[in-house]
């Protein structure tokens, strides 16, 4: 169901689709960080597991992150990045809200 709500919220195998919800992220961040969107950031993240369909083998499932997959990586090490929590709006939390169907902090 994860790669599923990826898809839905328009990170697909052709790109983002235009008036989705990535378009939105992709536009907020670009805005955000003067004009790109990072390789590694929530939008690029998504859109590489949305091209691959991977989102659920890396470890975001609909249930959460899985213990000792990539995603639980991803997690410990943007926690120690920032001090033992994760933020609101980074990476791992982006992806999570979306691979269970919300909308990755943004409204």
């Not at 805005?31 to 691959?52: D, E, F, H, N, Y």
């Not at 499932?61 to 929590?85: D, L, V, Y």
């Amino acid at each position: 169901m994860s790669d599923q709500n990826v898809s839905n919220a328009g990170f697909t195998s052709s790109g983002i689709r235009g008036g989705s919800l990535a378009s939105s992220m992709m536009s907020q961040e670009a805005k955000g960080s003067g004009g790109g969107v990072r390789s590694g950031g929530p939008t690029g993240t998504l859109q590489a597991m949305g091209a691959r369909g991977s989102t659920h083998s890396s470890g975001f499932t609909s249930s959460g992150i899985s213990s000792g997959s990539k995603a639980s990586q991803m997690m410990s090490q943007e926690a120690r990045s920032h001090g033992g929590g994760i933020p609101r709006g980074g990476t791992t939390s982006t992806v999570q809200s979306v691979s269970m169907g919300g909308k990755g902090g943004k409204r």
